[in-house]
Every structure is written in structure tokens, then in C-alpha cells.
T-cell receptor, first 115, second 116 residues
Framework: GDSVTQMEGPVTLSEEAFLTINCTYTATGYPSLFWYVQYPGEGLQLLLKATKADDKGSNKGFEATYRKETTSFHLEKGSVQVSDSAVYFCALINRRGFGNEKLTFGTGTRLTIIP | DGGITQSPKYLFRKEGQNVTLSCEQNLNHDAMYWYRQDPGQGLRLIYYSQIVNDFQKGDIAEGYSVSREKKESFPLTVTSAQKNPTAFYLC???????????????FGNGTRLTVT
């Protein structure tokens, strides 16, 4: 079945450091890929997405490129801020059916930014 | 403002009691979902519903029940049959687009259930 593997946390960085959170996936066909973010005490919010190979999703300074050859969707940000401290989830969905019931999540990576 | 409301934020119950978690949305979304979040395990789908009066089991439905009598509401009951009910429960909703399962999920802020 489909699966998502993300780098284990927690990850601790200093403010203004460069961030990479690795995500690789296993899926048949051509899945869509997502990054969700969960701030303390809240639900998840969609951060960015990419729906086909070589697409780059971007939002709030974060970027991720859909790499089919390496089955990866690594999350990057050039200069992190304290407000980026959160848990980040990589997820995929295969294009079957027309709901999100087949959305598969990674285990999440907790990111802490220190001033 | 449109959104998803889960209540209560924290819930405590004794073992052997059923408990119902509320989820209401005013986004006019057709589909609603319940996920369970445990440390180190990501999110796992419990139940989902794409239309009123219909719902389907997710990956870990045992010990849970749902109803979808109204489009806006999708309550989850954690029954005494659920062996490890203590967890963080997240409700979500989305629009449905035929042939494309990639419309974003909108999440509530969750309910943390503790059973002792």
C-alpha cells in the first residue's frame, strides 16, 4: 500500500538557519503530495502541495519539489523563525475515488526554533 | 468566519463509559473525517462521510461509531469496546471534486480524550 516516511525529529535549529525536513513516499501511479503544519494545541493546516512531477509547492517561505525519480518531497526554508516551531506532516493521496479517504500521512516531525 | 468547531477541547472519562465528541462545520463541505493522532504514529483515519446519512469505516474503526444526520455535523462516539481510547482526536472536512482526491482538508483544533 501507499506509505510516507519522514525524517524523525525532533529537529532544533537556531533562528535564521536553513531548514530541510526529508520526506519520501511509496505509491503506485501518480499521487498528489502535501505538507501540513500543526501549531501547538491546534489542528493541521495545509502548508503547500504539488500535484505532479517537478511541480514546486510554496507558501510562507517554505518550498517543496515533487521529485518522481527519487520519490521525494523534501520541505525547505531558507531562514526559519521562532514562529515556525510546529509539527510538520508530509502526506500523499492517490487519484482514485473523489474523496480524501485515501490520504496517507507521515508520522510528523517536530521542529523547534530557538532565538 | 467559516470553520470547524470541535468540542470540548479536553475530555476525561472513566474506563467503560461511552463518550461522544462533537464536530460541526459551517464551510458547506460535503465530506467529513475523523482522525486519531498518537505520538510517533501520525494521523490514522477512523471514519469518513461523503454525504448525509452515509459513512464508511477508515483504517481503525473498531470501537468507534459515527452518525451523519446533518451536513454540518459528524459526531464521533468512542465506545467502551475501544481498547486504547486515550488520544488526540481531529475532525476534518473537505469539498468533493469528482475524479480528484486532492482538495485540501480543513481541520478542527482537536479534542484530547483521557480515559482512566
Amino acid at each position: 500500500g501507499d506509505s510516507v516516511t519522514q525524517m524523525e525529529g525532533p529537529v532544533t535549529l537556531s533562528e535564521e538557519a536553513f531548514l530541510t525536513i526529508n520526506c519520501t513516499y511509496t505509491a503506485t501511479g501518480y499521487p498528489s503530495l502535501f505538507w501540513y503544519v500543526q501549531y501547538p494545541g491546534e489542528g493541521l493546516q495545509l502548508l503547500l502541495k504539488a500535484t505532479k512531477a517537478d511541480d514546486k509547492g510554496s507558501n510562507k517561505g517554505f518550498e517543496a519539489t515533487y521529485r518522481k525519480e527519487t520519490t521525494s518531497f523534501h520541505l525547505e526554508k531558507g531562514s526559519v523563525q521562532v514562529s515556525d516551531s510546529a509539527v510538520y506532516f508530509c502526506a500523499l493521496i492517490n487519484r482514485r475515488g473523489f474523496g480524501n479517504e485515501k490520504l496517507t500521512f507521515g508520522t510528523g516531525t517536530r521542529l523547534t526554533i530557538i532565538p | 468566519d467559516g470553520g470547524i468547531t470541535q468540542s470540548p477541547k479536553y475530555l476525561f472519562r472513566k474506563e467503560g463509559q461511552n463518550v461522544t465528541l462533537s464536530c460541526e462545520q459551517n464551510l458547506n463541505h460535503d465530506a467529513m473525517y475523523w482522525y486519531r493522532q498518537d505520538p510517533g504514529q501520525g494521523l490514522r483515519l477512523i471514519y469518513y462521510s461523503q454525504i448525509v446519512n452515509d459513512f464508511q469505516k477508515g483504517d481503525i474503526a473498531e470501537g468507534y461509531s459515527v452518525s451523519r444526520e446533518k451536513k454540518e455535523s459528524f459526531p464521533l462516539t468512542v465506545t467502551s469496546a475501544q481498547k486504547n481510547p486515550t488520544a488526540f482526536y481531529l475532525c476534518a472536512s473537505s469539498i468533493l471534486v469528482l475524479g480528484q482526491g486532492n482538495s485540501p482538508l480543513h481541520f478542527g483544533n482537536g479534542t484530547r480524550l483521557t480515559v482512566t
